[in-house]
């Protein structure tokens, strides 16, 4: 039986030309045109105005941590329901996190959450430096609110978008509000450099600056010299010829998530206990991923964990939600700002295949896997 990945990689058809191309000019390492090519066209997709080419969403989180002047025992708020790379930077220097949980409108950062314990800590005079705020599945958080509060109380904002390229907010682009935005091209996101990332600003010398800390921070001149701490950071100028063709097709990689969304929707909305996750009046998702609830009050016997496991045995990959942070191992002496939602979202959710390479066929296999539960 073949496997049903969960997001696999979808290549436009153009790729193999254009790294020809870059091939024959001989510029295939961390420089050359085509790095300029894909930054600009990510600007011109998203409407950002500075965009880096790194070889990472998570060396994206990492610069923005630095250009954002986190220092050793600064404090970050971050959302705990997230994948690890929006948190591990935060540990890179030294800082803490301090993890807020959810809404449940959005399943992002919950703006209400976030203004209780500002206004604790504002008593306090004991206010985080930064917020790392995360756009999980393909959709936005609640930005306006989150954003007029970083502005209250003089929080640095940085968004977190490595999920939610192509993803609206009131009709713009989720990930340019912040001082910073990350976005990731790696091989299970919604387009790929087959592994990348892009960091984006408003202020062109934190760009530049931002690419001279991602090749090692050399200062101007002809012997090697450094005067700051720099990364071997930049994505490869083949990888991002590779960037600009996934570019082109972004809308319509965007509209099979949509569609296999509706599909499964459609097909599944029926089953006892079943719940999607919403998608708020003003929000565009791209559904990166499906993602379901699973209610064992309601949903006779079954639960998320028993699906996953006969999807499993039917050779059809699908994923618990991502574990809230507050409740990793790697953070556990972290403060955390509510929880339950986020543990709710955890217990009972499942991401069912979602990549826009499957077919039909793909589809009904899911399907007919998933109502068997039942
Ligand atoms: C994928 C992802 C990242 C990291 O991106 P990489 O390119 O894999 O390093 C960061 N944050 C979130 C929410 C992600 O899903």
Known sequence: MKRIYLSSPHLSGDEIRRIQEVIQSNWISTTGPELEAF???????????????????????????????????????????????????????????????????????SPSLLEEFLKKRAKRSKIPKALMLVHLYGQAADVDPIKKLCEEYGVLLIEDAAEALGAKYHGRQVGLDGRFGIFSFNGNKIITTSGGGVLVTRNEQEAVLARKLASQAKDPAPHYQHSLRGYNYRLSNVLAAIGTSQLRVLEQRVRARRENFQRYQNALKDLPGVAFMPEPEGFFSTRWLTCILVDPKKSRGTNRETIRKHLESLQIESRPLWKPMHLQPLFQDCEIVGGGLSEHLFEQGLSLPSGSLLSPTDLQRVIDAVRECF
């Open 39 to 109: 930054e600009s066209e990510f600007c011109r997709t998203t409407g950002s105005k500075h965009a880096v080419a790194l070889n990472s969403g998570t060396a994206a989180v990492h610069l923005s941590m630095i250009l954002a002047g986190i220092r050793h025992g600064d404090e970050v708020m971050c959302s705990t329901f997230t994948f690890v790379a929006s948190a591990n930077p935060i540990l890179y220097e030294g800082a803490k996190p301090v993890f807020i949980d959810s809404e449940p409108q959005t399943w992002n950062l």
